[in-house]
């Protein structure tokens, strides 16, 4: 059964054979979930609500599959798992860091205080330029998703609004880390 015919199969409001075939990409998921700390359980509950966000889309018929059903519910998966996450303060941007970094052995002293600076920097921006946009830039640039999945998961009247919204957000950024940095970052 191609994924065409599981949209359709959904959409004519039969789900038992398209969501046995869904269930295929179920190990992908649970291992993702495990990567990240999660569990069986909780690998099961996200595909699950995954599920659920698929099902939803297609019976409206503002589905338009532009990639694999696979790609979709792994990226819906993975946005509920960092969203869980979010919520429960589990992840954080140095959780993949040691808790002391070992110092380098031949320290160049004038660029590792220029590196600080620059990370200070990044840190400030993203406290200041406001929710909506790190929101939007985290979903485009961190997690790959589409401008039309953007623009419908965060209520957008159309993928224009997302594109314009995008592009205020970076120039903020910019000008904030210029104004930060004194004129001296480098993009």
């Keep these: ?28 998921i649970q291992k993702m979930v495990v990567t990240h ?19 939803e889309k297609i019976r409206s018929n503002r589905f338009e599959l532009t990639a ?9 998966c993975k946005y509920k798992l960092y969203d869980k996450n979010r919520k429960h303060k589990v992840l954080s941007y140095s959780e993949n860091l040691p808790e002391q970094a070992e110092e380098p052995q031949h320290e160049d002293s004038g660029l590792m205080a220029e590196l600080e600076r620059k990370f200070e920097v990044v840190d400030r921006v993203l406290a ?11 979903r485009f640039y961190h997690y790959c998703e589409s401008m039309d999945y953007i623009a419908d998961q965060l209520g957008y009247a159309n993928v224009n609004t997302v ?3 995008k592009y205020k957000c ?14 001296q970052m480098d993009y």
């Design 1 to 28: 059964m191609t994924d065409q015919q599981i949209v359709a199969e959904i959409q004519a409001g039969n789900h038992n054979e398209p969501l046995n075939r869904l269930y295929r990409h179920f190990p992908l």
């Design 37 to 55: 700390g999660g569990d069986e359980e909780e690998a099961y509950d996200i595909f699950q609500d995954a599920l659920m966000v698929l099902i």
């Design 68 to 76: 694999s059903l696979k790609t979709y519910l792994y990226s819906v």
């Design 128 to 138: 200041n330029l406001g929710e909506k946009c790190v929101e939007i830039l985290r």
């Design 163 to 165: 594109k314009t919204q």
């Design 170 to 183: 970076l120039e903020r950024a910019k000008k904030m880390a210029t104004g930060f940095f004194g004129g």
